[in-house]
Structures are given as structure tokens and as C-alpha cells.
């Protein structure tokens, strides 16, 4: 099992990537717990669930996660919400853009009542008594309505999906100049403009960012990997910006 991310006598951040199965795109789940409270961010599709179902049982019975938090609405975060509200008393948080859309993933009405919306300049909750939990706004990056988590007790930014890498074999990012590679096609595509790159950097280099996991991929850790991750998105041109006319062009039969 991989050590927590994290760990002090009452703040634990565990971090699980292996669960996914080979022909769906890697996904990272985490588990924050502090004190006797557990929080559950991005917990995945069905053919993760009773996975990471059994391994956070290990750390915090599955009774005392009290918020579960979906960044966006994409399936490999959120298809088996249904799931995780029949087995815990949790809530869960996500953009009121995408609230009525969840029973689309087969949500019963009558655990409608346990998902929250997040409006959109984000919220603060408090985890185990006295851990204020962030929930920042990162819309467009890429989903319209879109948040990461910023745990100021672990001091970890978690990004969703900026910052996702795909096909690397490594689990920390130890040379960022050829981490680029496994990273540049993913936001090129899913980002939506340079612009909001620019507000995000602006936004999270007022935090104090020791680490940030996205939830694909390989993690960022130590001040001046952050510092080299925040750069690089703030200067990338991304979806929008690389649009042109031949992008919109009738097919031919
Ligand atoms: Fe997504």
C-alpha cells in the first residue's frame, strides 16, 4: 500500500491510483480524513467503487465520511455517486450547474436530498472540527462549472483535471521539462483558454502549495515543482486560442 500523502497526529491524506481498470483513463482518488471526519474527493465510476470501497475502510469507517466532493460532472468522477450515498451518511458537493443532471447516473430521489450545490465563487467547509476545507472556483478548467479543493492542513491543491498526465509510469514528477510531453496534448484539448489559466495562477499563488495532485496522473510535489506547474499553464495557449475555421467545416461524404 502507498504511504499517505500526508500524515500528522491528526490530519491524514491518502491517495489512491491503481484501482482503475486498463481501458478507462487513470484515475486518482483521495481520501483526506482529519480527526474521526473524512472527506471523499472525485471517487470515480462502478468499476472503481467497491475497490476504494474496501481500501478507505481501512482508514475510516465508510460511516464517518461526511462530504464526499465531485469537481465536475464527468463520469470518471461521479457515475457511481448512487453508490457512495447508499453506504455512507455523506454529502455531496457539486456545481449547481450539474446538480440536476446527477440522476442521469441513475441517483435514487430519495438521496437527492444529500447533494449539495457549490455556487460559483466556491464555499469553505470545515472537516473533523477545525480543518477549513477550500473549495476554489476553476471553471472552464475545464468543465463550465468546476472546483478544486485546497486543504490548507496538508497544504495540497487538489486540481481535478488540470495538471492531469496520461501514459507516464511514475507517480512524482522529478524532471518537469520531460513531464510536459505526457501533459501539453491533455490541456491543449480539455483547457479552454489561456485567459482563465491566467486567473487560476493568479488565484492560487495567494495559497501556500506544497503539493498538487491532479486526479490523473502524477503529482507535483515540493514548492518549486508547483511554482514551474502554475508557470506553465499561465503562459499555455489552450482550447479557444488555438481555434481556427478549419476546425468548423462540413465533412465531406
Ligand atoms: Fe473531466
Redesign the pocket.
Known amino acids: 500500500m502507498r504511504e499517505p500523502l500526508f500524515e500528522s497526529k491528526d490530519h491524514k491524506v491518502v491517495f489512491f491510483e491503481e484501482l482503475t481498470p486498463a481501458s478507462a483513463v487513470q484515475s486518482n482518488q483521495v481520501l483526506i480524513i482529519h480527526k474521526d471526519e473524512g472527506m471523499l474527493l472525485d471517487p470515480g465510476g462502478h468499476k472503481v467503487f467497491s475497490k476504494l470501497l474496501s481500501k478507505i475502510s481501512l482508514y475510516i469507517p465508510p460511516d464517518r465520511i461526511k462530504y464526499i466532493f465531485l469537481s465536475?460532472q464527468?463520469p470518471?468522477?461521479v457515475a457511481s455517486i448512487n453508490g457512495w450515498l447508499m453506504t455512507t451518511k455523506a454529502q455531496a458537493y457539486i456545481s449547481k450547474l450539474w446538480m440536476r443532471f446527477l440522476p442521469h447516473f441513475g441517483l435514487d430521489s430519495q438521496l437527492e436530498g444529500r447533494i449539495k450545490p457549490i455556487y460559483d465563487n466556491g464555499t469553505v467547509i470545515t472537516l473533523g472540527e477545525d480543518c477549513k476545507i477550500y473549495i476554489l472556483p476553476a471553471h472552464f478548467l475545464?468543465?463550465e462549472g468546476n472546483f478544486q479543493v485546497y486543504d490548507p492542513c496538508s497544504k495540497i491543491l487538489f486540481s481535478g483535471?488540470l495538471g492531469a498526465s496520461l501514459g507516464q509510469d511514475y507517480f512524482f514528477v522529478e524532471d518537469f521539462d520531460k513531464h510536459i510531453k505526457y501533459m501539453e496534448g491533455f490541456h491543449r484539448r480539455y483547457m479552454v483558454s489561456n485567459k482563465v489559466l491566467r486567473f487560476w495562477a493568479n488565484m492560487v499563488r495567494q495559497l501556500d502549495i506544497e503539493m498538487i495532485v491532479p486526479q490523473h496522473g502524477a503529482i507535483f510535489k515540493g514548492k518549486d515543482m508547483v511554482n514551474r506547474f502554475i508557470e506553465w499553464v499561465e503562459n499555455l495557449e489552450v482550447g479557444v486560442d488555438l481555434l481556427t475555421q478549419d476546425f468548423y467545416r462540413v465533412p465531406q461524404g
Do not use: N, Q, T
Open positions: 465536475h464527468d470518471d468522477i475545464h468543465s483535471d
